[in-house]
């Protein structure tokens, strides 16, 4: 019973946080960063959640917004934090993780050099 | 008081935890993998009201990682011949220290090759040793970074991260002679307060440094200001190393102790594929084993074009006038030149000399457009060396450094 009011008052307390969570960023990100209340900016698709609790502890989900790989370089990425940045076992949600990423943050085939892109025309005085 | 989101999956439902002072908290039965090592008290940007109001950044720089900090700026918002701090990119590889105890601080020199282990206070830095004001030129090695393809990992830096204040501080050569430097000597290292991400002590965010050659130059500083204002907390308050025409990285903030090494520096990012470019030139997409890459030095020629900003629309009018600044790592800018035909024809700018070595230098002109249409301005510099910025993107590496294809920005004459 007292497990149950804790757990109550948790999500009570958790639900005046969330309202804080999804405030608007007050500031200019890159494109492709989806602004939304729980993903913090990641596409929602299945394996999402295993992003959000074994990437976003120690880096900004941005990392991974910004990023662009293939399932091998989403790989050796996991290994060199393994190697290097305390980063952990993943077990059997490496699959998963992995396929979320490589799917979701794909290169996509580009030219050398890309066109241009004005957000706003403007006159210039 | 920033609140982190995480869903369990497996429970169906959601559980928020909240950051606390303590760390994460483990709730209703999900554990937080290593929350004991969490920074304490740590505030990402995120959860800031107004990051910008508390960084002092101008509103349009924009945030590319909000954990480690990463903040670039836009062209156009580079055009003072001298950065203001409000226009400094931010490159952090941890987590900005917090509650500097200036009265207590020091700056600790030792090293295998140290002859007398030293520690200074700021007091003793600036009484001790004759102070030098230089503007110099700081550019993160990933500017660029975003046009690489296949894709390299990392912060996805466009142009924005290069920088040029004026910096004041004592000469580090002048600080490695009166510690005294054994014959063995070839590296100088720096450790900073700022901690790893991960929140594990032991271990460093960054640990970069130089050759000893390179910090005995005289513009290689241990700068207290930046523009005349005691060093911003987000660029390295109370002593950072300015290392102009070099990676930024190798600038190291929030220092607390120098090592004069026998060896060169194994410190974080300095092995591996960190600031390091292949040896010899590969294809794009190569895999390069670490043996095989070395360590930038100097950055290469480049050259950006802040006025006007992208986009600009004539409306009666052919003229134009352009104006920016030119780079070239060690060495002087020779030349600046701009097309508006896609680099078909290519026309000289005028430049002005830089104000001390290692400064960028500034170019304008005024273009004269033959008819309305769509255009591009690029421009391209050439170095003292008669070596030119490409018009594409250079020598492809795994990290995506030393992007110094010329600038272009956009302009319709209608």
């Not at chain 2, 303590?22 to 107004?50: E, N, R, W």
């Not at chain 2, 055009?79 to 207590?104: C, H, Q, S, W, Y």
């Not at chain 2, 991260?161 to 600080?175: E, F, H, I, M, N």
């Amino acid at each position: 019973m007292r497990g149950l009011l804790i757990s109550w008052f948790l999500q009570f307390v958790l639900s005046l946080f969330l309202l804080n969570c999804g405030s608007s960023k007050k500031y200019n990100t890159k494109k492709g960063h989806v602004k939304d209340n729980t993903m913090l900016g990641l596409i929602d698709d299945e394996g999402v959640q295993l992003v959000l609790q074994n990437c976003n502890s120690c880096h900004s989900t941005q990392f991974i917004t910004q990023n662009r790989m293939t399932k091998a370089g989403w790989k050796s990425t996991i290994r060199w934090m393994q190697a290097t940045q305390n980063l952990w076992d993943l077990g059997e949600d490496e699959a998963l993780i992995l396929t979320y990423l490589s799917e979701n943050y794909a290169p996509s085939a580009t030219g050398r050099r890309q066109s241009l892109v004005v957000e706003d025309w403007y006159t210039l005085e | 008081m920033y609140i982190c989101c995480v869903s369990d999956s497996v429970m169906k439902r959601r559980i928020f935890l909240k950051q606390t002072g303590l760390g994460l908290a483990s709730l209703s039965g999900l554990d937080v993998v290593f929350a004991s090592s969490m920074p304490k008290g740590y505030i990402p940007l995120i959860g800031l009201q107004d990051p910008f109001k508390e960084l002092n950044k101008h509103k349009q720089m924009i945030v590319l990682n909000d954990r480690p900090l990463n903040i670039e700026a836009q062209a156009h918002l580079l055009n003072d011949e001298v950065t203001p701090a409000d226009k400094m990119f931010v490159r952090n590889n941890g987590i900005t220290p917090e509650n500097i105890d200036l009265n207590n601080w020091k700056l600790v020199i030792d090293g295998e090759s140290a002859i007398n282990v030293s520690s200074f206070t700021l007091e003793e830095l600036k009484t001790t040793f004759k102070s030098y004001t230089y503007q110099l030129v700081l550019e993160c090695g990933g500017n660029g970074r975003s046009e690489f393809n296949p894709p390299a990992k990392g912060n996805q830096w466009t142009i924005g991260a290069v920088s040029c204040p004026r910096w004041t501080g004592v000469r580090l050569r002048d600080v490695l002679e009166r510690v005294g430097m054994k014959e063995d000597a070839v590296y100088l290292a720096y450790h900073s307060r700022d901690q790893h991400l991960s929140g594990d002590r032991k271990k460093e965010a960054i640990s970069r440094g130089i050759p000893i050659s390179k910090a005995m130059m005289d513009e290689t500083l241990l700068a207290y200001h930046m523009n005349e204002e005691d060093l911003p907390l987000i660029h390295g308050q109370p002593l950072r190393l300015v290392v102009g025409g070099w990676p930024a990285s190798a600038s190291g903030k929030w220092l607390e102790r120098l090592s004069i090494r026998n060896i060169v520096h194994d410190g974080a990012k300095m092995g591996g594929q960190a600031y390091r470019v292949p040896c010899e030139t590969v294809a794009p997409g190569t895999v390069v084993p670490d043996e095989d890459m070395c360590i930038i030095e100097s950055m290469p020629v480049k050259s950006l074009l802040t006025y006007p900003k992208s986009g600009a629309l004539l409306k009666n009018q052919k003229n134009l006038e352009i104006k920016g600044h030119a780079w070239a790592g060690e060495l002087v800018v020779s030349a600046v030149y701009y097309s508006i035909d896609f680099g078909a024809k290519w026309h000289l700018c005028q430049l002005s000399a830089p104000v001390n070595r290692l400064a960028w230098q500034h170019f304008k002109s005024e273009i004269q457009f033959p008819k309305k249409g769509y255009y591009e301005v690029w421009v391209r510099a050439r170095d003292q060396n008669g070596v030119d910025q490409p018009m594409v993107l250079p020598g492809w590496n795994p990290k995506g450094y030393l992007n110094n294809a010329c600038h272009r920005i956009a302009v319709k004459v209608v």
